[in-house]
């Protein structure tokens, strides 16, 4: 039996037995792990906080077998505002959602675990439209993990956009006219912007960006996609 801390996010949690959870955290140090919180449905339960969804803490955990249990949970922030409007909670599981496909157990991204909380702060405090945070977080997770998304310039011959832009879904890339490839897709200029303004703006920032709804709802339906051919996994986005 061996001792661990970590820092972690709840990713998700279901019902085991008659009055534990199994929660599944995004942590720092190891990527996804598994852990049982024993007792923690009894309702004076001391680590009941750390069941929920969007908690992040400094979780003890210690092995037993094939997964973890978890001793101890010093709660750093449990997002419990993104509990009481329906608008964050969506879109803050929309988050999870997609780190779920990109995490992976004992493989730690600093970078990943980083972006999660910013993007979960700025739909909680900063008061960013939750669309424009998945837009943002989407494109990060691109650049995590290696699929960098050119949007200054022609993903494939590097020239400045003029004119009609297009999406490749087979290459997951912006391309002009020129270079647009089979099953292309045309893009508007306000489509692009929308990507260009969120991939150039902080979370903390997301907040002061007024674009068009119909523009970042075809932002996001674009970079989703080209998540899920990357990945080859559907994802249940909720709008």
Do not use: W
């Not at 306000?190 to 523009?215: E, G, W, Y």
């Amino acid at each position: 039996m061996s001792e661990v801390r970590v820092n972690g996010i709840v990713i998700g949690a279901k019902d085991f037995k008659e009055a534990d959870k199994i929660i599944t955290i995004y942590t720092l140090e190891r990527g996804i792990v598994y852990a049982k919180l024993a007792g923690v449905k009894k309702p004076n339960a001391k680590l009941k906080a750390a069941k929920e969804l969007f908690c992040f803490a400094q979780f003890d955990l210690v092995s037993k077998g094939d997964f973890f249990s978890v001793t101890g949970a010093n709660i750093i922030e449990s997002f419990f505002c993104l509990s009481q409007d329906l608008e964050k909670f969506y879109g803050a599981c929309n988050i999870l959602e997609v780190l779920k496909v990109v995490g992976r157990e004992n493989e730690n991204n600093q970078i990943l675990f980083l972006e999660t909380l910013k993007a979960l702060d700025s739909i909680g405090f900063k008061g960013s439209d939750p669309k424009l945070v998945l837009v943002k977080f989407l494109i990060k997770i691109f650049e995590a993990l290696g699929y960098d998304l050119s949007l200054n310039r022609c993903g494939k011959c590097s020239m400045p956009f003029s004119g009609k832009r297009f999406f490749s879904p087979a290459d997951g890339v912006v391309t002009c006219l020129a270079c647009k490839g089979a099953g292309a897709v045309e893009i508007s200029p306000q489509v692009h912007s929308a990507m260009r303004l969120c991939q150039i703006t902080d979370f903390d920032k997301l907040s002061s960006l007024k674009l068009p709804a119909q523009a970042a709802a075809e932002a996001l339906s674009i970079l989703t996609k080209n998540f899920e051919d990357k990945f080859d996994r559907k994802i249940n986005i909720t709008h």
